[in-house]
């Protein structure tokens, strides 16, 4: 097996992975001596490599966390010792080697594998996770129950760099120090974001700080020095010393044993250190340097963009005859790209336009907008309640600030939301991406509660796009309005309306009215338009596009209710306390029993798999809309008209 491949050595057929093959369990990976471990290695790496590649799916980071993953299976006794993950996509390791391998095939596929971390999937998955900087504060409270039940197991989490940015994680840290918890940091330093200090010498100290013998003198000497002038100038002296041959001392002034930095992707040194900490007691933090796609030189050149792939598809066997072909359309702008463009044309029109993002500055599509306008743009890391209050800041002093961030990371920072932004009735635009279902990452992605969450605050506009343009627009709508204002819309591609260039302000609270016909009246809400009108022409059905969930046209809902028997209100948001809960409560305020059907996502965490699967499983395609209203049709008396509760 080589150790490092590029997109033409990927093994086409599945490599011959002998020792890999006998692992199905950590016990048995267990039972493999040390020197076994680097060929292990190199044979998970071709094989995550080959899997990959036949499914697509997360990448760089598995490939970044391979021998660390191999170590800690082999030094820690999982699952009974908690294994935690942060975010959770580098977990594909893991997979492997904890009784998935034949399943891994499947993953982020509908029914199979999930493509991070699940308590239901496996005994080894100890908690779940799809978001950031949470390792540490679950492992901290495995550490407390160990502790009260006396049973002498550990807990382990390892969080990358980038989630090591976020506030919680300090928060964790904190709490894990000051109770002297028995538990394990690993910090994944994969971007050199903390330090360059990697070679032989750092390794030494490494090796050393870790040791038993240096661990044992270091607490002889407290004990001995208790009480005395010479307890501080020792510890002082430690902090130095540390700090001169590694970038540990804050970690120290909070409670933890620091040790690092370490090569990541030396087996040996890791086993090592690894059995040294292990017989430690206290708080460990293990700061170890890998490298993200280690084992892919593409992924190694661009970590960012090899973050995840499309499954590879095989060279053709021979080079196929050049014919004349048709020319193709321009492929379509996903919504991130009509939103990065908006928000370069804004920022050239209002020199007061700033764009913030935590950490999703290629997800959202702000590369662009970071290049043009350096000094108006901010990426505060994962660090999505410091976005908000950071753009409430700079709207108390005239600047017109947009947060670019995906719905359910703004789920992260709901108490900014409303104490320092919606409270104050500050002029910020949430600009608020992968609306609805995401597909394959699953339900810790999927933005599937903004509608109901957004709508019960005061202050705040809200609205749901059906298309590119459409999205453009209300992005200007929110940008004018003097107030804050909410513009969701979904990962993923448009239908591929023509683009309105200029900006247009949208009258605010009104929708329109794009189909007219008998009976029904569909009320949408986002970007399912499409299919409502679909249902609607097999049932001659009125459509509206409503545009503003808040404030809500309720003059548009009222007519329609007055020509029509059956009111559908149509959203991919949860249905309890969304837009057809909104339509449903004005219709109640006005006294009237108009008959209404609400259609959205069920009550229940929907599973991954293609968006495409997951909407018809919701019964929120075409086909799906029109065989809900026919079955409520069926319970309506014919010519059934609005009639008044009182």
């Keep these: 097996m080589q150790d490092t491949y590029t997109f033409k050595e990927i093994p086409p057929q599945r490599p011959n992975t002998p020792l890999l093959d006998r692992i199905d369990t950590p016990d048995q990976l267990r039972e493999l001596s040390a020197a076994q471990l680097p060929e292990l290695a190199r044979e998970l790496r071709a094989f995550l490599l080959w899997s990959v590649g036949q499914t697509g799916g997360h990448f760089g980071a598995g490939l970044g966390v391979l021998e660390l993953t191999v170590a800690l299976h082999y030094v820690f006794n999982t699952p009974d010792d908690r294994l935690v993950w942060d975010v959770g996509h580098q ?48 492992a901290l409270g495995m550490a407390i129950a160990a502790r009260m039940q006396d049973t002498g197991r550990r807990s382990i989490a390892v969080i990358g760099d980038g989630a090591m940015t976020a506030g919680m994680a300090f928060e964790a840290l904190n709490h894990a120090g000051h109770l002297r918890a028995n538990m394990l940091v690993i910090l994944n330093d994969n971007d050199m974001s903390i330090s360059h200090n990697v070679g032989g010498l750092s390794n030494y100290f490494a090796k050393l700080l870790a040791s038993r013998t240096y661990n044992q003198v270091r607490d002889s000497s407290k004990r001995l020095l208790e009480g005395t002038p010479l307890k501080a100038l020792a510890r002082k002296t ?12 804050l970690f120290e002034e909070l409670g933890f044993n620091y040790i690092g930095p370490i090569d990541g992707h030396d087996l040996p040194l890791l086993v090592d250190t690894l059995e040294n900490i292990r017989a430690l007691e206290g708080p460990q933090f293990l700061h170890v340097v890998t490298k993200k796609g280690k084992g892919f030189a593409p992924a190694e050149a661009d970590p960012v963009g090899y973050h995840a792939i499309n499954k590879i598809e095989p060279a053709p066997a021979s080079k196929p005859q050049v014919v004349d072909k048709p020319a193709q359309p321009a492929p379509r702008p996903k919504y991130a790209n009509v939103f990065g463009q908006w928000l370069c044309d804004a920022a050239e029109q209002d020199a007061r336009v700033v764009g913030i993002t935590p950490a999703m500055c290629e997800g959202s599509d702000l590369l662009a907008f970071s290049k043009r306008f350096p000094d108006r743009y901010f990426d505060v890391a994962i660090a999505e309640q410091h976005s908000v209050t950071l753009a409430a800041g700079l709207a108390c002093d005239g600047a017109k600030p947009v947060v670019a961030i995906y719905s359910t990371f703004l789920q992260r920072a709901y108490d900014q939301l409303i104490h320092d932004v919606a ?14 279902l995401v597909g394959e990452d699953g339900p810790t992605h999927a933005g599937a509660f903004d509608l109901s969450y957004l709508r019960c605050i005061p202050n705040l506009v809200v609205m749901a796009p059906a298309d590119e343009n459409e999205t453009r627009q209300l992005l200007h709508t929110g940008l004018m309005h003097a107030g804050p204002a909410a513009v969701r819309y979904p990962r993923g591609t448009g239908p591929g309306v023509d683009m309105q260039q200029t900006l247009t302000p949208l009258p ?12 029904i009246a569909i009320l949408n809400f986002g ?11 097999a049932l001659d059905a009125t459509v509206a596009d409503m545009r ?4 809500l046209d309720e003059a548009m809902v009222l007519a329609l209710a007055e020509n029509h028997d059956l009111l559908v209100t149509v959203e991919e948001n949860v249905i309890a306390g969304g837009a057809g809960s ?56 014919q010519g059934q008209t609005l009639q008044a509760v009182r």
């Excluded at 605010?508 to 009976?519: A, F, H, N, P, T």
């Excluded at 503003?548 to 404030?551: G, L, Y």
């Excluded at 997951?614 to 065989?627: F, K, M, V, Y």
């Design 91 to 138: 977990a594909y390791p893991h997979k492997i080697l904890t009784g998935r391998r034949e399943q891994l095939g499947t993953i982020r596929q509908k029914d199979g594998l999930a493509g991070f971390p699940k308590r239901a999937e496996s005994e080894y998955d100890t908690f779940g996770v799809g978001h950031s900087s949470t390792s540490i504060s679950a």
């Design 238 to 249: 430690e902090e130095h010393f540390k700090g001169m041959i590694a970038p540990g001392t």
């Design 423 to 436: 409270i104050q009735d500050l002029d910020v635009l949430f600009a608020i991406d992968r609306a609805g």
């Design 508 to 519: 605010l609270g009104k929708g329109r009215m794009r189909r007219e016909g008998k009976r």
């Design 527 to 537: 970007t399912r338009l499409s299919a409502a009108e679909q249902a609607a022409e």
């Design 548 to 551: 503003f969930v808040k404030p």
């Design 582 to 637: 909104a339509v449903g409560e004005f219709l109640l305020a006005q006294g009237l029993a108009q008959p209404l059907l609400q259609l959205g996502l069920p009550d229940r965490f929907v599973d991954h798999g293609k968006h495409g699967e997951l909407l018809s499983e919701c019964g929120l395609n075409a086909d799906g809309i029109r065989q809900a209203i026919e079955r409520r049709l069926d319970s309506l008396p």
